[in-house]
């Protein structure tokens, strides 16, 4: 693998696991919102 596809994989796995963590976040927090 070239750099810089390790780099964009790097990215890639940053940029997912802020997606989960902003997801999970919302999906704990929406509940509390509508009770």
């Known amino acids: 693998m ?3 596809d390790k780099n ?3 990215k890639d ?3 997912v ?3 989960v963590a902003v ?3 919302m999906i704990l927090k929406v509940p ?3 009770r």
């Open 13 to 15: 796995l940053l940029y």
């Open 2 to 4: 070239n750099k810089k």
């Open 17 to 19: 696991i802020v997606v």
């Open 8 to 10: 964009l994989s790097y």
């Open 23 to 25: 997801g999970a976040f």
């Open 32 to 34: 509390e919102l509508f």
